[in-house]
C-alpha cells in the first residue's frame, strides 16, 4: 500500500485529492471521493458563499473524514466564500485561478490546511513562506484554467523549490500517470477529469457521453487573448469562441459569448453553447463507476508499476 506524508497530514488514506471543478464538484461527490479515503473538495466556482456552505453541510452529513473547499479566486464572490470556509470548518482549502495571500492568515488561524495551486516557481516560494500545509502543481493538461508549463516540467521545478509535500495534476487519469508523478517527486496527485465519469457525479448526460467517447485531440485551449487560458472539449462552442477570439471580436463581445457557458453545459447538456471543460486524458476516461472504486484503482496500477521501477537499473 501506498502512503506518503499528505496522507499523514491530512488523516486520509490515498494521496488522491479530486479537483475542485466548477459547477460540477458538489457535496455529494466531495463526501464519495472523501469516503473512499481520497479528498473530496467542494468547488466554489462563481457560486455565493450560501451555495457552497450548503453543499460543505451535505458533504459533512454523508462522511465524518475530511473534506475540501476549492476557492476560485476570480469569482466576485472570493471574499464571502473565504469567510464561509472558516465559518464551516473546512479540513482543506484549495485556491485557484490567482494569489490566495491576503486570506491565508486566518485560514491557518483557524486549524485549515491550506493547498493553493501553484503555476511557477516563484508562487511556490511565497505560498512555502506564508505556511500553506502543502502546494498542488497542476500543470496545462488539466481542463479548466490553465497555466503555462506542462506538469511533466512543473512538478520537478516546484518541488525543487519548496520542502512542502507537492501535489501533481494535469493529465493523470491513471495509475500509471499516478506512479509518474512520484517519481517526478510528487507525494500525491489531483484528479478532475477523471471523476466526471464517477457515478457520483451529477453532469448532465451529454457531458457524460462527450467524455466517454472524447479521443486523444479532442480538447483545445481558448481564452488567452482575455488573459483566461481554458481547455475544454473541441465543441461548435469552443471553435466559435476561437473564432471569434483571433478574427477582431471586442473583449465585451468574448466576454459575452463565454457568459454562462460552462453551466449550460453541466445542467442543460448544451450541445451548441455549452463549454465542457476537460482535460488531456479525457480519452483515458472509459467507464462509469463509484469515486470510491476510481480512488482505489488508479492507487492499485500504481503500486506494481513503482514495485517494477527499480528493474530499470542492473
Ligand atoms: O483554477 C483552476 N481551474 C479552473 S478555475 C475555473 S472557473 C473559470 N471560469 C471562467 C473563467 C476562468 C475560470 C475552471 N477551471 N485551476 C487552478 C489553477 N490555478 N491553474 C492555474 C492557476 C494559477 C494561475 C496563476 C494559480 C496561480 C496563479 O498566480 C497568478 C498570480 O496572481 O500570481
Given at each position: 500500500?501506498?502512503?506518503?506524508?499528505?496522507?499523514?497530514?491530512?488523516?486520509?488514506?490515498?494521496?488522491?485529492?479530486?479537483?475542485?471543478?466548477?459547477?460540477?464538484?458538489?457535496?455529494?461527490?466531495?463526501?464519495?471521493?472523501?469516503?473512499?479515503?481520497?479528498?473530496?473538495?467542494?468547488?466554489?466556482?462563481?457560486?455565493?458563499?450560501?451555495?457552497?456552505?450548503?453543499?460543505?453541510?451535505?458533504?459533512?452529513?454523508?462522511?465524518?473524514k475530511?473534506?475540501?473547499?476549492?476557492?476560485m479566486?476570480?469569482?466576485?464572490?472570493?471574499?464571502?466564500?473565504?469567510?464561509?470556509?472558516?465559518?464551516?470548518?473546512?479540513?482543506?482549502?484549495?485556491?485557484?485561478?490567482?494569489?490566495?495571500?491576503k486570506?491565508?492568515?486566518?485560514?491557518?488561524?483557524?486549524?485549515?490546511?491550506?493547498?493553493?495551486?501553484?503555476?511557477?516557481?516563484?508562487?511556490a516560494?511565497?505560498?512555502?513562506?506564508?505556511?500553506?500545509?502543502?502546494?498542488?502543481?497542476?500543470?496545462?493538461?488539466?481542463?479548466?484554467?490553465?497555466?503555462?508549463?506542462?506538469?511533466m516540467?512543473?512538478?520537478?521545478?516546484?518541488?525543487?523549490?519548496?520542502?512542502?509535500?507537492?501535489?501533481?495534476?494535469?493529465?493523470?487519469?491513471?495509475?500509471?500517470?499516478?506512479?509518474?508523478?512520484?517519481?517526478?517527486?510528487?507525494?500525491?496527485?489531483?484528479?478532475?477529469?477523471r471523476?466526471?465519469?464517477?457515478?457520483?457525479?451529477?453532469?448532465?448526460?451529454?457531458?457524460?457521453?462527450?467524455?466517454?467517447?472524447?479521443?486523444?485531440?479532442?480538447?483545445?485551449?481558448?481564452?488567452?487573448?482575455?488573459g483566461?487560458?481554458?481547455?475544454?472539449?473541441?465543441?461548435?462552442?469552443?471553435?466559435?469562441?476561437?473564432?471569434?477570439?483571433?478574427?477582431?471580436?471586442?473583449?465585451?463581445?468574448?466576454?459575452?459569448?463565454?457568459?454562462?457557458?460552462?453551466?449550460?453545459?453541466?445542467?442543460e447538456?448544451?450541445?451548441?453553447?455549452?463549454?465542457?471543460?476537460?482535460?488531456?486524458?479525457?480519452?483515458?476516461?472509459?467507464?462509469?463507476?463509484?469515486?470510491a472504486?476510481?480512488?482505489?484503482?488508479?492507487?492499485?496500477?500504481?503500486?506494481?508499476?513503482?514495485?517494477?521501477a527499480?528493474?530499470?537499473?542492473?
Open positions: 500500500m501506498i502512503r506518503s506524508k499528505i496522507c499523514e497530514t491530512l488523516g486520509i488514506r490515498y494521496p488522491v485529492f479530486q479537483g475542485g471543478m466548477a459547477w460540477i464538484a458538489d457535496g455529494r461527490l466531495a463526501a464519495a471521493v472523501s469516503e473512499g479515503g481520497g479528498l473530496g473538495i467542494v468547488a466554489s466556482g462563481n457560486a455565493p458563499a450560501e451555495h457552497v456552505r450548503e453543499q460543505i453541510r451535505i458533504a459533512r452529513s454523508l462522511t465524518d475530511p473534506i475540501g473547499v476549492n476557492i479566486l476570480m469569482s466576485p464572490f472570493a471574499d464571502e466564500v473565504a469567510a464561509c470556509v472558516t465559518e464551516e470548518k473546512a479540513d482543506v482549502v484549495t485556491t485557484g485561478a490567482g494569489n490566495p495571500s486570506y491565508m492568515e486566518k485560514w491557518k488561524a483557524s486549524g485549515i490546511h491550506v493547498i493553493p495551486v501553484v503555476a511557477s516557481v516563484a508562487m516560494k511565497w505560498m512555502t513562506r506564508l505556511g500553506a500545509s502543502a502546494l498542488i502543481a497542476e500543470g496545462g493538461e488539466s481542463g479548466g484554467h490553465v497555466g503555462e508549463l506542462t506538469t516540467v512543473l512538478v520537478p521545478q516546484i518541488c525543487d523549490a519548496t520542502d512542502l509535500p507537492v501535489i501533481a495534476a494535469g493529465g493523470i487519469a491513471d495509475g500509471r500517470g499516478v506512479a509518474a508523478a512520484f517519481m517526478l517527486g510528487a507525494c500525491g496527485v489531483q484528479m478532475g477529469t471523476f466526471l465519469s464517477a457515478e457520483e457525479c451529477t453532469i448532465h448526460s451529454n457531458y457524460r457521453e462527450k467524455i466517454l467517447k472524447a479521443t486523444d485531440l479532442c480538447t483545445m485551449v481558448t481564452g488567452k487573448r482575455l483566461h487560458p481554458v481547455r475544454s472539449l473541441r465543441t461548435q462552442f469552443a471553435r466559435e469562441y476561437a473564432q471569434a477570439e483571433y478574427g477582431g471580436a471586442s473583449d465585451e463581445e468574448l466576454e459575452e459569448l463565454g457568459r454562462g457557458a460552462l453551466r449550460l453545459a453541466v445542467q447538456g448544451d450541445l451548441k453553447k455549452g463549454c465542457f471543460l476537460a482535460g488531456q486524458c479525457a480519452a483515458m476516461v472509459k467507464r462509469v463507476q463509484p469515486a472504486e476510481i480512488v482505489r484503482e488508479v492507487m492499485e496500477e500504481a503500486e506494481p508499476i513503482l514495485m517494477r527499480s528493474s530499470w537499473v542492473k
